[in-house]
């Protein structure tokens, strides 16, 4: 087969990672031929699934720092595109019912190390430290670090609308959410107004070699590309990519789903900042519930020991009246699907699941469990993980070839870094000190890998 066209840099696929690795490449680096390619809309797969949430809250110094060099590009992309994807910075609420978080506390010490460490501030009821709560959304004027509240009167008076039982809450500051969509949708303009270039068609096969020799299917036909430089930016297909390459890469796909709803009862305050439950979830089913769930493999597990981590947040801003509703509870990886509508794990009870979980926190939703909102959206997609929830960025182990992918549920808030690490890979530039241990080369580093994985979090949310 003749080549159609030789370009330096071919990107597959056009979800968040690919725009954003293109988008570095183009306006960083001033690279021209690169060309982006995907079988969808762009930003239409699990890039349309996403809650657009972000912190820079992690288990771990590696990915604080990764996830604060990222906010720290979307910081920029706000100021020079005048906010023009919503950029908001109410933070994340974690709550506990427990009295003793000392724990906790010393997790936020050992993620943030160096980095805001002097910024966790705890207030109790005798030190009272100057909280502000968020009032405004602005993410220009919202504070660093983290308060630590431990004063019940003072998380009842800035969270009237949270659970009474909530003895403890961590508000991290740098967090919030975005429009991913538009923030894509940006980066799409400019990567158009730097020279890069898009078409729509599915790859096929590559065939290794100086260059690479990439067929894509199109409408009208197979077009033969070569290519200098393949990023894999394929989601939860860049193991089929990489499989064109013969590599295999350890990420797994995990389904995770969500909810939308139209809150017409104005159940949840539009000034609550992401919300989660930190407590293992307990349903208090009636015994005629558990009679009728325990009969049914779909539905027994649900009267077992069920993990924390229900959230809830308002969305569309001070004047909407949406909210989502999330809970990340499979851990049973599956190949991915193509048609994400019709996903056979969609769980059909996950709206009523997910209600139920989140009403411990917010007592408030509890008028929605029986009486469900007529208008909501029930929808999933998958986060491609690997085992220590870290992602694979840089180089793909053969010349040539690289990976923006494994981003897992943090893709959205982790894209802007996540494309500026893989542009700075392609062309030699500057690296962070953390660049090898997000590549395939932390594997090779057993010191790095047997701490995480005697981790007793992945940051999973
Ligand atoms: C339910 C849910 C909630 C989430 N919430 C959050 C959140 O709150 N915050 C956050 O930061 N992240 C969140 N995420 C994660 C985030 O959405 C993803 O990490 C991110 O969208 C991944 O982007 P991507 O570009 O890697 O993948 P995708 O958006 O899937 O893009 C991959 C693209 O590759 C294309 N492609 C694949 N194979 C080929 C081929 N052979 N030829 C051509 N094109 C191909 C696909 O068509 C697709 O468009 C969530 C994810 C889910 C599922």
Known sequence: MNTD??????VVGAGVAGISSAYYLCTRYAK?????????????FTSAQ???????????PTMASFTNDSIDLMDELARESSNVFNMTRRGYVLATREDDVDELVTDLYTGYRDAEADDIRVHTVASGRGYTAPESEDWSTAPRGVDVLS??????????????????????????????????QYMLGEIKSAGGRRLTGTVRGIESGQPFLVD?????????????????????????IAGMLDIDLPIKNIYQQKIAFEDKLGAV????????DLDPVEFGWSDEEREFLKDDSETSWLLGDLPGGAHCRPDGGDNGNWVKLGWAFNH???SAQDDLANETRMHPMYPEIVMRAAKRLNPSLTQYVDDFPTRFSHYGGYYP?????????????????????????????????????????????????YAEQLSLARYANPKLMTELSNASSTGVL
Not at 32 to 44: F, G, N, P, T
Not at 224 to 240: C, L, T
Request: hydrophobic share 40%.
């Open 5 to 10: 066209s030789h370009i330096e840099i071919l």
């Open 32 to 44: 021209a031929s690169v060309l982006l390619v995907d079988s969808r809309q762009a930003m239409s």
């Open 50 to 60: 996403s809650g657009d949430n972000y912190r820079n809250w992690w288990p771990h």
């Open 151 to 184: 004063d019940t009167r003072l998380i009842k008076n800035t969270f009237p609308s949270l659970s009474k039982d909530i003895k403890n809450i961590l508000h991290i500051r740098r967090a919030g959410d975005i429009s991913g969509q538009q923030m894509g």
């Open 216 to 240: 894509v299917e199109c409408a009208d036909g197979v077009q033969r590309i070569a290519a200098d430089i393949v990023v894999n930016a394929a989601g939860p297909f860049a193991g089929h």
């Open 269 to 276: 305050p539009r000034q609550l900042p992401f919300s989660i």
């Open 332 to 334: 049973e990886a599956s």
């Open 385 to 433: 993980m690997t085992r220590e929830n870290w992602p694979l960025i840089g180089p793909m182990g053969i010349d040539g070839a690289f990976i923006t992918g494994a981003l897992s549920g943090f893709g959205s808030m982790s894209a802007c870094g996540a494309g500026a690490l893989c542009a700075a890979w392609i062309v030699d530039g500057d690296l962070p000190n």
